[in-house]
């Protein structure tokens, strides 16, 4: 595996839990109101320093959609998904976007 490059963000960020990893700033948060299994999850514009999983189909509250976990480049753990594709028209929204699980 070759050398990893880390983005370091400026500002008020949201980071791993477990390494402190940059992974996103408050100014790429579109929704506070998402859940994860842990409890409270924000969705993200955009978020860095992460690599993703297969690409799967997920049942979740708001319907059928195609998403990847996505993991920390610093220390491996999950730290929430993305979503590449929505089933229903009024999820489309979702796609391309990441959520975090705080």
Do not use: P
């Not at 477990?18 to 948060?29: F, P, V, W, Y």
């Not at 992460?50 to 997920?58: C, L, Q, W």
């Not at 480049?73 to 699980?101: D, I, M, P, R, T």
């Amino acid at each position: 595996m070759g050398r990893v490059f880390m983005v370091d963000l400026e500002g008020n960020i949201y980071i791993c839990k477990l390494c402190k990893t940059h992974l996103s700033t408050d100014q790429d948060i579109m929704s506070k109101s998402f859940q994860c299994k842990n409890g409270r999850a924000y969705l993200f514009n955009n978020v860095v320093n992460v690599s993703v999983g297969e690409k799967e189909d997920r049942m979740m509250i708001t319907g059928l959609h195609n998403v990847v976990d996505i993991f920390c480049v610093g220390c491996g753990s999950n730290v929430g998904w993305k979503y590449e594709f929505a089933h229903e028209k009024s999820q489309k929204y979702k796609e391309g976007k990441s959520v975090l699980e705080l």
